[in-house]
Nanobody, 114 residues
Framework: VQLQASGGGLVQPGGSLKLSCAASGIIFNSTTVTWYRQAPGKERVYVAQINAVGNVFYADSVKGRFTISRDNPHNILYLEMRSLRPEDTAVYYC?????????WGKGTQVTVSS
């Protein structure tokens, strides 16, 4: 199983970015998929999740600004980020859990700065 996040970059405060996570070796349907982020010097934290039955959850810090979605036929997870703030700066990781197995992808850097 491989997960590869992409789409990060440098954006000004108030800007937008859309992250993607392409998966191979796993079928996204009926899989719990999650975005996490890790800021410099801090622990990795949960950002947003779609569970196996399609329910969506967000961390309070991103609720109303971020949207998680997935393209099951193409095994791609997305995170659309709007109204970005400097405190959103972090490496963003995608995660998949299926049948008790946990998979992590390499992260993508998001930097919010003027």
């Amino acid at each position: 199983v491989q997960l590869q996040a992409s789409g990060g970059g440098l954006v000004q405060p108030g800007g937008s970015l859309k992250l993607s996570c392409a998966a191979s070796g796993i079928i996204f349907n009926s899989t719990t998929v999650t975005w996490y982020r890790q800021a410099p010097g801090k622990e990795r934290v949960y950002v947003a999740q779609i569970n196996a039955v399609g329910n969506v959850f967000y961390a309070d810090s991103v609720k109303g600004r971020f949207t998680i979605s997935r393209d099951n036929p193409h095994n791609i997870l997305y995170l659309e980020m709007r109204s970005l703030r400097p405190e959103d700066t972090a490496v963003y990781y995608c995660n998949a859990v299926k049948f008790g197995s946990v998979y992590w992808g390499k992260g993508t850097q998001v930097t919010v700065s003027s």
